[in-house]
């Protein structure tokens, strides 16, 4: 492997990390350092900073018995939210597809089916990138091939379909926003993730300055984004 799998489970959660709080605090000031000062005074917590720590707990001590604890944690509202929040999941489970979908859909038992298997999308290119078999040009048709193989609840991923063909079009930014936000305006963060990471899949800087660039959406945007950038990139 080109690096330990260690260094990529912390660079998928420092991506996270890292692209959440860009999202927060853009640095786009001519003069950062006033701003930063300022900002710094009423810090936010990281939104599923909590969520994450109860499900990385819940893997490492993982038994049956256990996978009812799933039910007594409330889930962000959101399935990107939710997605970022149960990243502990997708790292544990990254070698056995069916165990992944079965963890994450029980975990998002609240969610609808698609938003599942939008999650089931993200924790399956971490996956890919934890394994080094992630291939940027085929990602996406890989994970639509991994869902339908799941046989019962099969639904159009209409988000990664789209970004598919912005990808294939070499579409910008504002197109992406635009064509994404019809389609999925509560939870068009996961497409547009995976259009901020495979525009530019080995640069995480870049992927990171383009997802803060999508309006109030940008800190799970660049969670996200800065997850999936972090476990490809390491």
């Not at 990808?167 to 994404?180: H, I, K, S, V, Y």
Request: a neutral charge.
């Amino acid at each position: 492997m080109q690096y330990a799998l260690l260094h990529r489970f912390q660079a998928t959660l420092f991506g996270a990390v890292l692209g959440e709080t860009i999202g927060l605090y853009p640095l786009y000031s001519k003069s950062p350092h006033p701003r930063l000062k300022q900002v710094s005074k009423n810090r936010p917590k990281l939104q599923w900073a909590a969520l994450t720590q109860f499900y990385t707990q819940q893997v490492i001590q993982y038994n049956r018995s256990d996978l009812a604890k799933f039910d007594e944690e409330p889930m962000p509202k959101t399935a990107a939210e939710t997605t970022i929040a149960l990243l502990p999941i997708a790292l544990f489970f990254h070698e056995d597809r069916s165990k992944l979908w079965q963890m994450l859909k029980q975990a998002m038992w609240q969610h609808s089916t698609i938003a599942q298997q939008e999650s089931f999308a993200v924790g399956c290119a971490i996956a890919d990138a934890l394994q080094e078999k992630l291939d940027p040009r085929t990602l996406i048709p890989t994970i639509l091939t991994d869902i339908k193989s799941l046989g019962k609840d099969e639904t159009d991923i209409l988000q990664l379909e789209q970004v598919q063909r912005l990808l294939d079009e070499q579409a910008g930014l504002e197109t992406a926003l635009d064509r994404l936000t019809t389609i999925s305006d509560n939870d068009a963060a996961i497409g547009l993730a995976f259009y901020c990471f495979l525009s530019t899949p080995h640069d995480l800087r870049l992927a990171l300055l383009r997802a803060a660039q999508t309006g109030t959406r940008s800190p799970i945007v660049g969670a996200l984004t800065g997850a999936l950038s972090g476990a490809f990139n390491s």
